[in-house]
Structures are given as C-alpha cells and as structure tokens.
C-alpha cells in the first residue's frame, strides 16, 4: 500500500473495511499491478506502467500517481472521467504525461529521480488499489584516463612502486576499476604487501555522481620491460552491465646488465672495407664500452673506450684479421665486468697471374695450347674464361687443342671468392693466330640512275693480309678498313656495264694468299634502288663517314672531264698539224663535205670523234680551218675556191 503509517489510522481502516464488508450488495475489489522496479538512464525517458483489474463493473473511476519520499507521499497526477490534473510546484510539473491506459512518463529522467512511485485507481462502490514501482536511476562514467608515474623504476628495489592512477569522472552508481597487464587482469588487493596493490578512492561529486581514482602500486621485473598496463572501469547501465577501457602505457624500468653481445658490420669483410664493432648489452643502465683486439693471442690492444656503443675501423687491410671484442662496465651490476669477443677475418684477392706471360701469338695447327689463370686469396676462389661475353671454361686453364684462326680475339679471365661475391678480379689478354688469309667476299647490285656493283670482301688472316683488287689486268683502289690486326674489310664499287664484270681480289702475307673471283651480271643479282650505293650487305660492320655511291659517282665524273680535255688539246694540235700541211700545198681542196681524218682528200671543215669507254653518250669536236675565213653557208660550199699555195 502506498498510504503512509499514521498512527490510530490503521484500525479505523480496519473499521471502514469490515463495515463495508458487512453491508449486502457493496461487496467489490481493485486489483492494481506495476513493476516493482524500473532501470532508467540519466538524459533519456523512462515510463512506468499501470494496469488496474476491477472485479465488478463500474463506470465511476478514477487514477492517482504519487511519488514517495521516506514517509510521506506526494501527488503529482491526478485523473477522474475527462479531468485531467498535473500538480503544480512538485519536481515533475511539465515533465511527466499519463496516456489513456494509466502508464506514467518521465521525460529526461535525472538522478533525483531515483525513488518509489505509486499508482492508486479507484472504481467507486468497488473501492480502490495501489501498486508501488522502484526507479533506479543510471549515469555512464567518462572513459577512464591513465596518468603513468613517468618513474625510472629499478628492478633492484625490494618494494612495490607507483607505477599509475586511472581516473574514471561522472558515474553512477559508483563505478569499479580494473587493472590490467598485457590483457591479464590483476588481482584486485588494497593490503599493501611487497609484491603489488591498489589504492582507491571514491568521490562524490555534487551533482551526486561519482569520481573513482585507483592507484597501481607493483614491483617489476626485467620481464615487464615490454609488457603493456592499462585500466578498464565496469559499470552498471540498462539492460547489464558495460565496461571501457583507457590507453596503455609502458613502464620505465632500469636493470643490470647480464649478456654482452659483439657483431660487426658488414658480416663478411673484404680489403679497404669500413668496419662497424658493435658492442650491445641487455642491461638498461648507462654502461661503458671497451672496444679491443688481441695481438699475438694474448696482449690486448685498446682501440677505444667510451658510452657509445660502436666503433668503426676505417680500410682494413689482410694483416688486421684476428681476434676482437668488448668489454662492458654496468655500475649497477655488483662490478661484474662482461666481455664479448670473435675472430673477424679480412678477405682479400690478390691480382691475377698468367702462365705463361704472353704475349699469345700461336700459329694455326699448333696442338695444345693453353693459358693458366690464377689469384691468391683467402679462401677458395672459381675462375672462368670468356670470349665475347661467352664462357668458354669453367677452369683454370684455357686449352687451345688445335688452333684455328677462329681461336684469334679478346679472352677475358675472371676470378672470384664464392662467400665474398663482391670481392673478384678480372685480366684480358689477346689471342692471335698466325695464318694465311681467308676471305668471304658478297655482291650487291645497286642502281642510282645506272647501275653499280658493291663488293665487300672480309680477309682474315696474321700478320695482316694485304689486299689487292683487279679487272683483268687494271689494278682498282678500294677503301680498306681494319677492324682487329688480323681481320681487314674491302670494298669496291664499280658501274656495272651491261655486259657484266669480273672482279679479282687478292690477300695476301707472308704465310700465303688467297683470291677471290667475282663474276657479275645485271640478270643474276638482285638490284637495289635504295639510295647512293653504299656497302649494306657487309657481314662486318664498316662503320665510319663514307658514302659509296657518291664518291664513285663523282670519281666517274671527274675522269670523264679529264679525257675531254685530253681529247681538245689532241684535236687542237691535229687541226694545227693539217692547217700546216694545208699552208705548204700537202693537202689538197676538194669539195666534198664531211669525211674520215685518214682520208687524203682535202676538205674545208675537219670532223674528229672521240669516244669515252668509261661514259656512255660520244663526244663530237668539229675544228674549223684557222685561216680567218667564215664557214660558207650550205647552198655555197659547191662553189668554194681553194686558195693556191704560194
């Protein structure tokens, strides 16, 4: 019952009831049911419902909603039929609303709030009932925060130390904290011991929320170096319960030193390499550093000493190799003096020697040539030999069991240390093979308004081969260029006539000769109109400011001048001689008109031609008589009259 306990009032009650009970007809009842507890949140609405069972029907009804302080009771709604009555002037005047089925809302529920409300319902000749509910009221806490003591901590102490506190602001009810290391929850202890506890303290804020800070007192060890400390805060909030979690944090810890480790930097060390010792120990403690090496197998050598951690040996050379380390002070480790130290080997290779020396000049058809190749070095080393980017041995030696003129070239040996790729030497020698020459000539027909033939032949041959090219008997000039001293390139270019050429070269030392016959016609080669004749199909390249076709052309054009003008200066000294002849009476005048230099008949013009054999077209030059006379017009030199010598 909501009704609050005044004394005397509980019997007249009783009175009331049983006089009711007694008088025939009024017999009745009002059953009224509310949740006996409702979880709100602060901020947020909550309702309360109320649901009345009236055992007979009855159309005067009625509903009252109280809120309950200790004792006493206060109305807040009252309802009868279409009237509705929200009380002035209590904590809930305009935040509350009763809907048709008697249910109470709370808007923006606060933590005042938390208290008993009641629900009565009266149904007239039936009489009435009351059903109480209890409001508990929840606030969420502000996510936790975690302030590390920021302490160097040593693992030497023998009490627990603040490690942090985690603060937790606004909750309510009074939130737990938990801590935590690495995910593993620690046992939750406030008797202080020399192991690990906690220190808590609740606040209540005036608002009536809560502030809860909880201080971690531990005692480390070396192994919490890397371990992770945070706090979680638990709270209860509708419909359970809920938790969050603050940053983590890591703890400053000092310890001592246990283990030395030495290393060196590169791993694998070569001459005129930049070495780094290194020297680390696993203690947190400033230590100090003794970097040495052993000589003789006993006596140290100090290279340096100091706080850091490193020292750096500038382009070590063979004889540095042997035995070097460290040594490493902690002050926090009882004086114990921690040594490290490993033997460091200096890889080296020294130049490589031939067998024999050279220089390698063999003669084609000798047997059982060979060339060793070999370097000293610290450890085993693997030779090859190349030609032309080609191994042609995967040993020491490089054996020629029959030399050939193929065998002639560049030869490079290179010799390496397998566990020191970075560490190898390389030596390129010369292979020459004295012989006579060979040839392998090619023809190309090339056609720039006439037709040309382009020969380029390839002699091969120690010493060098000299080479000559023929048509017939008439010695030509070709270009020469030498690629190596025993490979030569020729090349000749021609006019092609339509009877065709046959072209003759010659190699030649003192080891013998070869020849070569070329015989070519327009019809049996391919032609090419593809610019001024140059030499494209050479197997070698012929590289080098030269344009074939050009040159020839201009060679043909300035031996045709040079006959012309011979041919001038020949008619000029004939015509000359029969002027002379003419003047003395030798020759005597006739009438005919153009006729042949060998005839014996005089004539007055003289017709000499001349023909080129190089060039196609004829040259004709007419020479006049030099006597000052004029050439008769056509229709007169029947009637010309030879002058009488005198």
């Known amino acids: 019952m909501c009704s609050a306990s005044i004394p005397g009032r509980g019997s007249l009650c009783f009175t009331l009831l049983v006089l009711t009970l007694t008088i025939p007809g009024i017999i009745g009842s009002v059953q009224v049911s509310t949740p006996p507890v409702v979880e ?58 009763v809907d048709k089925s008697y249910t109470l809302t709370i808007d923006n529920v606060e933590l005042r709030d938390e208290r008993t409300f009641c629900c009565q319902v009266g149904a007239g000749p039936a009489g009435n009932g009351e059903a109480t509910t209890e409001l508990k009221v929840y606030g969420a806490p502000e996510r936790p925060e975690i302030r590390p003591s920021n302490n160097l901590i040593s693992v030497m102490k023998t009490e ?4 942090a506190t985690c603060h937790t602001r606004n909750g309510y009810p009074a939130p737990n904290i938990t801590w935590y290391k690495d995910r593993t929850p620690l046992q939750a202890t406030t008797k202080i011991n020399n192991k690990m506890y906690m220190i808590s303290q609740a606040t209540k804020e005036p608002s009536g929320l809560y502030t809860i800070a909880s201080t971690l007192y531990y005692l480390p060890e070396k ?16 419909p359970g319960l809920d938790k969050m979690e603050s940053n983590w944090i890591k703890i400053q810890i000092s310890y001592p030193t246990e283990n030395v480790e030495f290393q060196h930097r590169p791993n694998v060390l070569k001459e ?71 033997t460091i080997t200096i890889n080296y290779l020294d130049p490589i020697a031939l067998k024999p020396k050279g220089p390698y000049i063999f003669k084609e058809g000798d047997k059982n040539k060979s060339i060793y190749c070999s370097a000293e070095g610290s450890q085993q080393t693997s030779v090859i030999w190349k030609k032309h980017k080609k191994i042609v041995s995967s040993a020491n030696l490089l054996q020629l069991p029959v030399v050939t003129s193929d065998d002639s070239g560049n030869y490079t040996c290179e010799v390496t240390i397998r566990g020191v790729p970075s560490l190898h030497r390389k030596k390129s020698i010369r292979v020459t093979v004295k012989g006579p020459p060979k040839v392998n000539c090619t023809e190309k027909i090339l056609h720039e308004g006439q037709h040309y033939v382009n020969l380029t032949c390839i002699f091969k041959g120690y010493p060098t081969p000299n080479i000559t ?120 005048c006739g009438r005919s008109g153009k006729q042949d230099i060998t005839r014996t008949d005089g004539q007055d013009d003289v017709v000499v031609e001349v023909k080129n054999d190089q060039k196609a077209p004829e040259e004709t030059v007419l020479l006049q008589g030099v006597n000052g006379e004029k050439k008769l017009p056509t229709d007169q030199r029947d009637e010309a009259i030879c002058k009488p010598v005198e």
């Open 40 to 97: 709100a949140e602060i901020g947020k609405p909550i309702s309360i419902p109320c649901v009345p069972e009236i055992s007979t029907p009855s159309t005067m009804k009625y509903v009252q909603w109280f809120v309950m302080e200790k004792n006493t009771r206060q109305r807040i709604y009252f309802q009868d039929g279409e009237n509705r009555i929200i009380n002035n002037n209590t904590d809930y005047t305009g935040r509350i609303n």
């Open 160 to 163: 627990p130390s603040k490690i």
């Open 223 to 238: 192994k919490d170096k890397d371990s992770k400390f945070y706090c979680e805060v638990n709270y209860r909030m509708p």
């Open 272 to 342: 005129t390499d930049n070495v780094i010792l290194e020297c680390n120990s696993d203690g947190s403690s400033s230590v100090e550093y003794t970097f040495y090496r052993v000589q003789d197998g006993q006596e140290e050598e100090i290279l340096g000493s100091g706080t850091g951690n490193t020292f750096e040996l500038v382009g070590v050379k063979r004889n540095e190799s042997g035995v070097y380390g460290c040594r490493v002070l902690d002050f926090d480790a009882d004086d114990t003096d921690f040594n490290a130290n490993k």
């Open 469 to 588: 090219c023929s048509i017939g008997k008439e010695a030509q000039a070709i270009r020469k260029r030498q690629l190596t001293n025993h490979i030569v390139i020729s090349e000749l270019i021609l006019p092609l006539p339509a009877e065709g050429l046959n072209v003759t070269c010659n190699g030649s030392n003192e080891h013998g000769s070869k020849t070569h016959n070329s015989v070519v016609h327009r019809e049996s080669m391919a032609i090419s109109t593809k610019g001024p004749p140059i030499a494209e199909s050479m197997a070698v390249s012929t590289k080098g400011p030269h344009i074939a076709g050009k040159t020839q052309r201009g060679s043909s054009g300035g031996m045709l001048i040079v006959v012309i003008i011979v041919c001038i200066i020949l008619l000029a000294f004939l015509g000359a001689v029969l002027y002379f002849l003419y003047k003395k009476g030798k020759i005597p």
